[in-house]
């Protein structure tokens, strides 16, 4: 997992869920059994409206593969509003990403919520498809030596 | 010391033969990277403009980043945590291209560096084929700075151009080994040659310029009285403490460590830094010695013009004019200079 | 503080008072009620008949209007339930016998077994995967298949599996089968279990039974139960459920194809006496069927289904329902108003053909693939049986009998009802009555408060800033739901190196109580200071272990969970290898987050147990006296130098109850009230302060400290005389009046009334309308109720009402039947064709085109009533600026939830009753008021209430004052410090979402625990590849 | 005669003299002429006789609104955390203003960082700044020694060559494509209002590059950036970096390293343009200022153009509406979250 090696290359991708939908839709998943790739890994967070754009490009800049961020549909937000702001933010982070040259699919987004179970694994499942076409990150990605 | 006179085609050969041992960068003078210093990949002679290329020379001696050591986080790994030197492709460079003050400040940065071994080997890594400046450009001031168009401190070899040919002079020793590659189609200098080169360094010497060895008269002045003059307020009220200058400048050579990790791995890395900046003086307590931006213009110059040459002897400035062209609220060095060895007791001089 | 008043003369002394509670049903209604109780000092027995609570409304898909996931909304109020230290869950349970006085009765409560110990099941459904046995799934109304032993739904609450005994084959057969025991990793089988009957002493009953879909199949009409096709709208619920049994894909039962025409069939079951033997309207179908139309669409593949409601009249009377219509018909939701005549069958694709009969009488046909019938609510047999245990009184529709004055009390002293039993109605309403019946339950129980209430102890924390972390690992292996798939030993050794970890161990199962004592133990003896569980999820099982933590002497917030079975074992059952280099990573992850983790406190503010009350109208009155009762002294504010409100204006209830009766006995009570402070003639100047501590200054230059607010300023009323579009002679003729002036006529006993030959109605002057988009409510019925009270005065009187929908929603449909028995004349009009007032010498003539004749109609009465829009106050936005609450577009002030939270403000410790939350009658007022006591009571309660912890937290020297963390917090819990300019944070009001930190462009706010570089930490130790 | 720079010239020194003579404003932040040609330099005037030095011409190109809020600062008395607030009127502060100035500063005021109380704003319709660079390039980079400006040329003189240029063929992008020239919030107005300017394509330098393949935007982008020599000039030009730790200098959390290599030179613009959106008057500072010639403006206009066409916003428009990014519609586009586009199908 997460090596480079092309052969046996296996995308690693981040996941910023909410609590309260996307995060107990990704249980639901579970607990339903829809299976999906190993690929993603998952950071819980209160609320979508928590994501910030400096967090998705830190999370590029780490290596990820792959950043999804999931929260609860509008109107649904635990914390009232909190996704309907995310979402201005997302849509134009989504926009000057794919502008400067990221390739569209690397950042995805989408609602979940928490009875949504087989959908959290669909979306998982075209993420991770989308990325492994798309082949190791190496825009933004931060190197040490 | 050997010189050789060379037309384009010699350079582009001579070139190509110093090519075989070292890398040779060149400032651009076309495309997105125009005006930096790039890794010359076709040997002929380089096209370069009258005047300074936007970046100066000491990249070479403070790469951005410079990595000091590298290490490892990882708990099971047997050198976790233990320092070890970078690997290098043990290459050597040649830059090409050094105009006369870009030249003289590899050495008066040496001044404040000795103690540096970083900067002691970049030296050492980087030999500078310098060329003098035909033209004077309206923001140069070399000459008032103790430099000249035709100057060769710090050069390895100094290329002069006369009628479409170069007189390449060897400086050093290093300087000598390296147009030894040009020996055998270089032509031999003439007399003629020569005194056309000294004539063009009478000329330079016999200029109009106003001011001469500044640093004698401002290593007699007292400093508290030119921290305290009031100029500087005005040069604050528009200062937009970007670090435009110092980044350009050829001279400031001030720099912050850092450790970067990731993913187990680790390396400490040097980068040019700017007193410009709030962050360049703040303490870990959170108390900021120059947290006024007042207080950071006024260290830039003063550093410059008067704690450098009263430690070191000359101003910390080879008068290039970069910050001059491209200040973006105009703050012309000049000036500040003027005001500086104008400024007596409680006068009001304004840059 | 005396309490002589307030103690109600029907309790007894003080130590004979029970401070316990029976709340019978666990749907939404019940929970709500035991929730307000629990959290306001009494201990609650919730019962509930089937296997675990949640009642219709998990049963939904989505609710209006506001598509709020049903799932969603419900879930975190039923764990709240579920873990509440002060509730007794006591499912598969039914009340037997009360008897007692209120204060004291003791009611008997049986338990069915279970069959499946609660304290060992882990519900890793491995019994029902096993089970041989398939039985018809009752949640899923019956279209699917579920085991013997099963769970009743994925989110439920207790999350344990029960026998059902009735197809359970051991239990039938013992020795047959007993495979769930032999696959159970945890021992939980238990065949012997039997039923148990509880003696529980208690103080008051709340009934909350809930309602039964009315099942159509003896509508022969409607080819329910013969043509597969057609299902009721509970099921259609199901179907579009992501959790039902087509995982939300919307399959039609008889060959699973997406149906692409729909048609929904509205009243079956309800305003039918003659085939469903219901009167009443359901006041919920219209809305649902709006609603299931515009989710069909939403789900259908390829958008465009088309999707009919055939309709009488559109009752869409509630709050944004209206607007939600509106929206509908313009997205292409098909609107027939016809009655429906037949179902049949077309074709033989198992498509339906629908009879019905347009406006115009005209006979027509249209085929669908799926016709869904909007099937009523009704009493369920069980829940008047119950009724009858409880000695309550049932009305002819079996509904539980109430007062209009007393909308949560019964007949029987003591024992409340709130919820569908009463009369059906909608998840806001059954949630208000919740709170209003917790109320009067806890009302009367005042001085027993705290007295049979748990309160938990722990051990002092210990100080870890000085300590290098510390962290203990326990990997679960979960029975082998973990371990059949993660190698757990592998990731367990692995643990071991991570940089801080101490111990790292396996555990089968990490949630059982052995475990968690061993837990306790060794995080004391290893001097742990930070804990990682990797098992299941944070969701479910944080709290456990941060309870162990507490225990344990840990500050809680010094505790990660990595969730390695929802969203790892279970979710990548066929690779191994990847489910376990998984695992390592999310134990990393939590390993690195832990490492960053900070004690926290745990936040309390205490509060100032006062009340401020403002607006002295019923719904102001009203919630005074809930409070002041228990004891909390209120202030109440009135602008006016009068207090009583519109409600002066009122001649009688729909139920013909008089208003001045009971208005002025109201009046009295507060003006002699010691605890009642009656300030009239001012209103407030300013607010500042949170919850539990506000400091309010009113006009008179007083200053008030309380603890909460109660916003009851009522609304206007829409006057048509400066409007062009009603040019009603209003205020120029002076038989022309609105439906209070007629009103004032009958109070004061007008005998010209009874002299008058003809009366027109026009209902809608100035609702639904562009301007005013909302339905006003209460004018269907009233202007019908006035109408009957003019036929008592003079029988032969002519009356015609001119009207858009009869909104006669619940039992006030008698009234309409009643009206339409007596003679009077209904004639529809549309917003295009309004009905035309004019005026020839002195006489009123009115024209209006019938739909039915389609003809002009010139009528000529004597007087002309209007029945005009309740319009929102103009002054409420200086209050909603000053408590910091959000205003609708329509001027209603905007509640925390249109649904589970309808009295609530976002902003805690404000809330709100009556007009000045959306138009309604004097019942619905009165127990919203009671409601609005009731949550108000949770706070008052309490010496200190706890605050979140995990808030944000500004670093002053980083900020710039800009404001944007103050424009994205919905809870107005960041502001601008005048002194410093700088942001602060109100802890109090803070919930912890992080809405404010990602706004923040220079770091200057971070929320604790969940701060951008812990982010960071997690995010650099994910991509790790060591 | 004199051209239209100079009249405005004269005007802007006779209303600085008057504010600062009359006491209305303890300082003025106008123009000075500079020490190069086609250079001036941002001057605070802060006596009456100052007012002379005042001047206005195609070379204003640093947006003054970036001295204001801490200019407003310095007159305030010194304060230690929980002091209060200084009682009484506080000095004001007089400022130039084009279009793209004001609202600037309208969004300085909607966060909190100026006081409107206290600024006097001298309102100057803009005829669109010159580039130097642009004027550099069309002399072939030879060194100017002098520059004339009339209304609608410049003369550029050196060292053996004389050229004239057409003014409009050498102003900035940004002020080509400006549409709203006139300042939106003034107390005083100098020159003549120029009216809305309806301008073809607005966004055609985004949409030229929106036209690139996804390879060919990223090493547009990164070579473009190369050069970066992370001085800060463009974010220290911009009215609206006022932090006073900004995320590239902050260490807890180091969003982004030091270093010129790619990833940390594009994480800081990406982030700088980012932290501008909705509120970003494309005043176009940043290139202007930039020692290196970076076209970092592109960022941000991209982001003007997105906020423009999906939320119908222009920062700093009006002091009423909030920014973009402090608010939101329910029915904001969201064709770009995933689950959204499966359900209405037509995205894909």
């Known amino acids: 997992m997460g090596t480079t090696s092309e052969k046996n290359w296996e995308p690693k991708i981040v996941a910023f869920l909410c609590n309260w939908c996307s995060y107990a839709g990704a249980d639901l998943a579970g607990v339903s059994r829809f299976q999906y790739p190993p690929n993603i890994r998952i950071i819980r967070l209160p609320c979508s409206g928590r994501v910030s754009a400096n967090m998705i490009l830190d999370a590029l800049r780490s290596g990820a593969d792959g950043v999804l961020v999931s929260g609860c549909h509008p109107g649904d937000c635990h914390y009232i509003s909190g996704n309907l702001f995310a979402r201005r933010r997302f849509a134009l982070l989504n926009n000057l990403l794919e502008f400067v040259g990221i390739e569209p699919g690397r950042v995805n987004f989408s609602w979940v919520s928490a009875s949504e179970g087989e959908q959290f694994a669909e979306v998982v499942k075209e993420v991770t498809d989308k990325v492994k076409k798309l082949g190791p990150s190496t825009r933004l990605v931060k190197r040490i030596g | 010391m050997k010189a050789l006179k060379l037309d384009r085609n010699a350079i582009g050969q001579w070139l190509s033969n110093m090519a075989g041992e070292r890398d040779i960068y060149a400032p651009a003078s076309d495309g997105p990277a125009k005006g930096t210093w790039t890794l010359l990949t076709d040997y002929s002679m380089p096209e370069i403009k009258p005047g300074v290329p936007a970046r100066p020379v000491k990249n070479f001696l403070f790469p951005q980043p410079e990595t000091l050591l590298k290490f490892s986080i990882v708990p099971t790994d047997p050198d976790c945590c233990l320092p070890s030197e970078p690997e290098e492709n043990g290459r050597k460079n040649v830059v090409f291209g050094v105009r006369p003050c870009d030249a003289r400040s590899i050495g008066l940065n040496a001044l404040a560096c000795k103690a540096d071994t970083y900067y002691q080997a970049n030296m050492d890594k980087n030999a500078i084929i310098g060329l003098t400046c035909s033209q004077v450009c309206s923001t140069c001031f070399c000459s008032e700075t103790g430099g000249s168009p035709m100057g060769t401190e710090g050069c390895d070899v100094s290329l002069t151009e006369i009628d479409g040919r170069y007189i390449a002079r060897a400086m050093t020793e290093r300087g000598e080994e390296l147009l030894a590659l040009a020996e055998s189609f270089g032509k031999e200098v003439t007399d003629s040659d020569f005194s056309a080169v000294e004539a063009l360094e009478e ?132 000036e500040v200079m003027r005001s500086l060895l104008n400024f007596h007791d409680m006068g009001s001089v304004t840059p | 503080m005396s309490n002589k008043k307030n103690q109600q003369g029907n309790t007894g002394a003080l130590s004979e008072v029970s401070g316990s509670v029976l709340v019978v049903g666990g749907g939404i209604a019940g929970v709500q009620a035991a929730l307000d109780l629990a959290d306001s000092g009494f201990y609650v027995h919730l019962v509930e008949k089937s296997a675990a609570i949640g009642g219709g409304m998990s049963q939904l898909d989505k609710t209006f209007p506001t598509n709020d996931c049903s799932a969603c909304i419900l879930s975190p109020k039923l764990v709240e339930c579920g873990r509440h230290l002060n509730i007794n869950l006591l499912t598969l349970s039914e009340l037997v016998s009360l008897e007692g006085e209120p204060g004291s009765f003791k009611a008997v409560v049986k338990q069915n077994p279970r069959y499946v110990d609660p304290e060992k099941c882990i519900a890793c459904g491995t019994c029902a995967e096993k089970c041989p046995k398939k039985v018809v799934n009752e949640f899923d109304m019956g279209l699917g298949k579920r085991k013997a032993i099963y769970l009743k739904y994925p989110q439920a609450v207790p999350l344990k599996y029960a026998i059902d005994a009735q197809h359970c084959i051991w239990l039938n057969k013992p020795g047959r089968c007993g495979m769930c025991e032999k696959v159970c990793p945890s021992k939980a089988i238990n065949f012997d279990d039997k039923p148990t009957e509880h003696m529980l002493e208690i103080g008051s009953v709340i009934m909350a039974p809930g309602f039964k879909p009315f099942d159509p199949s003896r509508l022969d009409y409607t080819g329910y139960g013969r043509l597969p096709n057609v299902v009721t709208s509970m099921e259609f619920e199901r179907l579009l459920s992501p959790s039902g049994p087509c995982m939300g894909h919307m399959e039609r039962p008889s060959d699973g194809k997406e149906p692409k025409k729909i048609a929904w069939l509205q009243c079956v079951g309800s305003r039918d006496i003659n085939r469903a033997c219901h009167g009443y309207c359901s006041s919920v179908c219209c809305m649902y069927a709006i609603k299931q139309a515009v989710i069909a669409r939403e789900h259908s593949e390829s958008g465009d289904l088309d999707a009919s409601i055939f309709f009488m009249d559109m009752r869409t009377h509630g709050k944004e329902f209206e607007e939600y219509y509106n929206r509908a018909a313009s997205e292409g939701v098909k609107f027939h108003r016809a009655r429906i005549h037949s179902v049949l069958p077309s074709g033989e694709n198992d498509n339906l053909r629908v009879r019905y009969a347009g406006e115009d009488g005209e006979i027509r046909y249209e085929d669908f693939d799926l016709v869904v019938l909007s099937v009523g609510l009704e009493m369920p047999q069980q829940a008047i049986e119950l009724a009858a245990k409880a000695g309550v009184s049932l009305d002819a529709d079996k509904f539980i009998v109430t007062d209009p004055f007393k909308p949560v009390s019964t007949s029987r002293n003591g024992v409340f009802v709130c919820g569908a039993a009463a009369e059906p109605k909608d998840i806001p309403q059954s949630v208000m009555e919740a709170s209003a019946a917790a109320l009067e339950a806890g009302r009367i129980l005042a001085p027993a408060r705290w007295k049979d209430t748990k309160k938990k102890e722990y051990p002092p924390e210990k100080n870890v800033y000085s300590e290098p972390p510390r962290i203990g690992v326990f990997v679960c292996s979960c029975g082998i739901n973990i371990a059949s798939v993660v190698d757990v030993e592998a990731v367990t050794e692995y643990a071991k190196t991570l940089p801080g970890v101490v111990l790292a161990q396996n555990n089968l ?160 009570t507060v003006k002699s009230h010691e605890n009642i402070d009656l300030k009239c003639g001012v209103s407030v100047k300013g607010v500042s302060g949170s919850v539990g501590n506000f400091t309010t200054v009113l006009t008179d230059g007083t200053e008030l400290k309380h603890g909460v607010s109660i916003i009851a300023v009522g609304a206007g009323s829409f006057k048509p005389d400066s409007d062009s579009r009603w040019n009603y002679l209003y205020g120029k003729n002076p038989n022309v009046h609105t439906l209070l002036e007629l009103d004032q006529k009958f109070i004061a006993e007008d005998s010209s009334l009874s002299g008058i030959n003809q009366t027109v109605f026009i209902h809608c002057v100035g609702s639904r309308v562009p301007e005013r988009p909302y339905c006003s409510r209460v004018c269907c019925t009233h202007a019908i109720d006035q109408a009957l009270k003019l036929k008592e005065l003079n029988p032969d009187m002519d009356i015609f009402m001119l009207y858009r929908d009869i909104r006669t929603y619940g039992q006030r449909e008698r009234l309409y039947q009643e009206a339409r028995a007596k003679g009077i004349i209904f004639i529809r009009y549309d917003l295009e064709n309004l009905p035309a007032v004019t005026e020839e010498g002195g006489n009123i003539k009115v024209t209006v085109k019938d739909p039915i004749i389609d003809a002009e109609v010139e009528l000529n009465p004597d007087m002309l009533v209007l029945a005009t829009a309740v319009r929102p106050k103009v002054d409420v936005h200086d209050l909603a600026k000053f408590f910091k609450c959000s205003i609708r577009a329509d001027g209603f002030l905007m509640e925390a939830h249109m649904k589970l939270r309808p009295v609530d403000f976002a902003t805690d410790g404000i809330f709100l009753a009556g007009l000045c939350h959306y138009p309604k009658p004097m019942d619905e007022t009165i127990a919203q008021a009671q409601a609005a006591a009731s949550r108000a009571s949770i706070v008052l309660s309490q010496d200190e209430i706890p605050a979140e912890s995990i808030t944000a937290q500004v670093d002053p020297r980083k900020c710039t004052g800009c404001a944007v963390c103050t424009e994205v917090c919905a809870y107005n819990a960041v502001s601008i410090d005048e002194a410093t300019e700088k942001a602060v944070v109100n802890e109090a009001m803070c919930k912890g979402c992080g809405a404010c930190v990602a706004g923040c462009r220079s770091d200057a706010i971070t929320l604790k625990n969940m701060g951008n570089e812990q982010i960071m930490a997690e995010l650099e130790t994910i991509m790790d590849n060591w | 005669m004199s051209t239209v720079n100079e009249k405005i010239t004269e005007k802007i020194r006779s209303e600085a003299q008057r504010l600062l003579s009359t006491g209305e404003v303890a300082a003025f932040i106008g123009y000075e002429a500079g020490s190069l040609p086609m250079s001036v330099r941002p001057f605070v005037a802060r006596k009456q006789e100052d007012a002379s030095r005042l001047v206005w011409n195609s070379f204003c190109v640093l947006n003054l609104a970036n001295y204001l809020p801490a200019l407003l600062k310095s007159f305030e008395p010194p304060r230690r955390p929980g002091d209060p607030p200084p009682e009484g009127p506080l000095p004001k502060v007089g400022i130039l203003a084009t279009g793209c100035w004001s609202r600037n500063i309208v969004v300085q005021i909607k966060e909190n960082q100026v006081d409107r109380d206290r600024v006097v704003i001298v309102g100057v319709p803009s005829r669109g700044m010159v580039s130097a660079r642009k004027v550099k390039e069309a002399v072939g980079e030879r060194d100017i020694q002098t520059c004339i400006e009339e209304d609608h040329s410049l003369k550029i003189c050196g060292e053996g060559f004389e050229q004239e240029l057409n003014r409009w063929d050498v102003v900035r992008d940004n002020c080509k494509t400006c549409v709203h020239p006139d300042p939106v919030i003034y107390d005083i107005l100098i020159g003549d209002p120029a009216g809305e300017r309806q301008v073809q394509d607005r966004f055609a330098q985004v949409d030229e590059i929106e036209h690139k393949s996804l390879e060919e935007r990223w090493n547009w982008f990164a070579d473009s950036f190369s050069s970066c020599v992370r001085c800060y000039a463009c974010r220290n030009a911009c009215p609206l970096c006022y932090c006073p730790t900004c995320f590239v200098d902050d260490s807890r959390p180091q969003w982004v390293g030091k270093s010129t290599e790619q990833t940390d030179t594009m994480l800081f613009h990406i982030l700088r343009a980012y932290h501008c959106a909705g509120r970003c008057t494309d005043c176009g500072s940043c290139e202007s200022v930039c020692p290196v010639g970076i076209p970092m403006r592109l960022l941000t206009k991209k982001l003007n153009k997105d906020v423009l066409e999906m939320y119908g916003s222009e920062a700093g428009m009006s002091l009423d509406e909030p920014l973009p990014l402090t608010t939101y519609n329910p029915a904001d586009p969201q064709g770009f979250v995933l689950t959204e586009k499966s359900e209405k199908g037509g995205d894909r």
């Open chain 2, 203 to 334: 000329r330079a010497r016999s200029g109009s310029d106003e001011i001469r060895n500044p640093e004698e008269q401002l290593r007699k002045k007292d400093l508290m009285e030119l921290y305290n003059a009031p100029f500087w307020q005005e040069l604050a009220d528009r200062c937009i403490n970007c670090g435009a200058c110092t980044f350009l400048c050829p001279t400031c050579y001030c720099f912050d460590i850092q450790d970067e990790t990731l993913h187990g791995k680790g390396r400490r890395i040097r980068c040019q830094d700017s007193c410009m900046f709030p962050l360049f003086t703040l303490h870990a307590s959170g108390h900021n010695p120059r947290g006024q931006k007042i207080q950071r213009v006024r260290n830039r110059f003063m550093h410059k013009m008067k704690y450098f040459p009263d430690r070191f002897g000359p101003i910390s400035c080879v008068g290039c004019g970069r910050c001059v062209r491209d200040c973006p609220v105009n703050i012309d060095i000049r």
């Open chain 3, 509 to 668: 199962f990490t949630c059982s109580q052995d475990t968690i004592d061993q837990m306790e133990e060794t995080i004391r003896k290893e001097g742990l200071n930070r804990v990682v569980v990797a098992s299941c999820t944070p969701r479910t099982h944080e709290p456990l272990f941060q309870e162990t933590l507490r225990n344990a002497g840990i500050n809680k917030y010094l505790f990660e969970m990595a969730n390695i079975r929802d969203q790892d074992s279970w979710v990548h059952q066929n690779e191994p290898e990847a489910a376990t280099e998984k695992a390592k990573d999310l134990i990393r992850v939590a390993v690195a987050k832990v490492r960053g983790d900070a004690p926290l406190p745990y936040n309390s503010v205490k509060v100032t147990k006062s009340a401020l009350v403002i607006g002295a109208g019923v719904a102001g009155m009203t919630a005074a006296v809930s409070l002041a009762d228990q004891g909390f002294p209120v202030t109440l504010v009135e602008r006016k130098d009068d207090i009583g409100g519109h409600a002066r204006k009122f001649y009688r209830t729909w139920q013909g109850n008089p208003v001045q009766d009971y208005l002025a006995s109201l009046v009295d």
